[in-house]
């Protein structure tokens, strides 16, 4: 049996990341940048009018005053996206929109309120200094400025830069396939109607929503019975996929031949048993070079076991550099006492309580309650030398889900 941190060491060792694919920046969202991108060219491409009003070279307003007011020729009419057609000299203005190019020889713009429009003239009455009202070529980004770095994940703001830098594609790393098997006799799809003695296979469904929330592309294996041939069969079967993921059958049960699959000819394995609970009986190893994670069979259990070893392993695939979930501290709202030997990973709900935030378990903890995952919002992690909490103590929070902690947000009725 090894630690959690040792299986992690192990499993991220041997992660080789994905390659890289071109994709449409409108499906980029999310996903993690491959190259970095340099401007082609300046953004704004042209010094233009940051406001409506007259276009003006800024040392003929100097002596312009209220009381003394000056009178300026409007030489044109300039809107957003049309060239200017004259040169300004001395005494004149141009008549400019938000967005429209200055014209040569202006070098600042009166915003609107501050003149008095008069037929083809414009008078102004307060001085404006060089650069006023101007957004100047560059100002936003300069030609051959870096802005984005490879390995960001691409929010809304860097997909409209690559708009503006005229990049209609972009390179990030490919998605991961993930195959999922589910194994044993006792399961059946969920379309059927189980018989005594059966259940619902509700793991692969899981394993997919949680495949999916990290990036991948879960491809559903089915079910495999526990008969050691047809297990190995439906692992060549997840030959095209880039990882491997089993669940069930991995324990020392009677029908537990996911480790000997493993140990057969061509395939491997590095670690079985993690220091963890739930998720004891996880193996990691690979079928025919492609990596596989033998996940335990129980609904909570393949979870957290997905949670710690695999997630991360996905994440870091695709080129993420933040891998591992946010930590939070919180007070624990009850006792708890804990084997030694074991992380445990217990399933609970944080919230705000006055003005502190306080832990709760989501009621049953066994590896096989579904519904412990339901409702948790973090997990309360306890290291192995841990024996007990006590109610009132600080913990050690991993959040699964920190929109859930904000119990203060204003509600809109
Ligand atoms: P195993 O490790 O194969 O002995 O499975 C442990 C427990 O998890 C057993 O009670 C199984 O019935 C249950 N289990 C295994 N696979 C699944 C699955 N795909 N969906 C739901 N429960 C499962
Ligand atoms: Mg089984």
């Known amino acids: 049996m090894i630690s959690v941190e040792r299986a992690l060491a192990t499993i991220l060792a ?219 069969e439906k692992f060549q079967a997840a030959g095209r996929a880039d990882v491997v993921l089993s669940s069930g059958g991995v324990s020392v049960g009677d029908y537990d031949f996911v480790k000997d699959v493993m140990a057969d000819s061509g395939n491997a394995m590095h670690f079985w048993k993690v220091a963890m609970r739930p998720g004891k009986p996880t193996a990691f190893g690979s079928i025919n070079g492609v990596p596989l994670f033998g996940l335990p069979g129980n609904p909570a259990a393949v979870m957290v076991s997905f949670e710690q070893l695999v997630r991360p392993y996905l994440l870091k695939m695709q080129g993420h550099s933040r891998i591992f979930r946010q930590i939070f501290k919180a007070v624990s709202a009850q006792s708890i006492r804990k084997e030694t030997g074991f992380k445990h990973f217990l399933r609970a709900v944080v919230q705000k309580e006055g003005d502190r935030y306080v832990a709760r378990m989501t009621g049953e903890q066994g590896s096989g309650i579904l519904k412990s995952m339901v409702a948790a919002n973090a997990f309360i992690v306890l290291d192995e030398n841990v024996s007990s909490v006590k109610k009132g103590d600080e913990v050690v929070l991993q959040m699964l889900d920190e929109t859930m902690l904000r119990t203060d947000v204003p509600r809109f009725e």
């Open 14 to 232: 041997g992660c080789r990341p994905m390659e890289f694919e071109k994709i449409d920046i409108l499906d980029a969202a999310g996903r993690v940048i491959g190259e970095d991108v340099i401007a082609q060219r300046d953004i704004p491409a042209v010094p233009n009018s940051a406001k409506d009003g007259y276009a003006v070279r800024s040392s003929d307003t100097k002596e312009a005053k209220a009381r003394k007011p000056l009178e300026f020729r409007v030489i044109e009419t300039i809107a957003a996206g049309s060239l200017p057609q004259k040169r300004m000299n001395k005494g004149q203005a141009a008549r400019v929109m938000t967005g429209a190019m200055i014209p040569k020889g202006a070098d600042a713009v009166v915003i609107r309120e501050d003149t008095e429009e008069k037929g083809k003239t414009v008078i102004i009455k307060t001085p404006v200094s060089r650069g006023a009202e101007v957004r100047f070529a560059g100002e936003d980004v300069k030609k051959g400025e870096p802005v984005i770095k490879t390995g960001s994940v691409l929010r809304p703001g860097h997909i409209g830069m690559l708009a503006a830098l005229g990049r209609a594609f972009v390179t990030v790393y490919q998605k991961p396939r993930v195959a999922i098997l589910s194994t044993g006799d006792e399961l059946v799809e969920l379309e059927a109607d189980p018989s005594p003695g059966k259940i619902v296979n509700s793991n692969s469904y899981s394993l997919a929503a949680q495949v999916r929330d990290c990036g991948g592309i879960p491809m559903m294996l089915g079910i495999a019975h526990d008969n050691r041939s047809e297990l190995a």
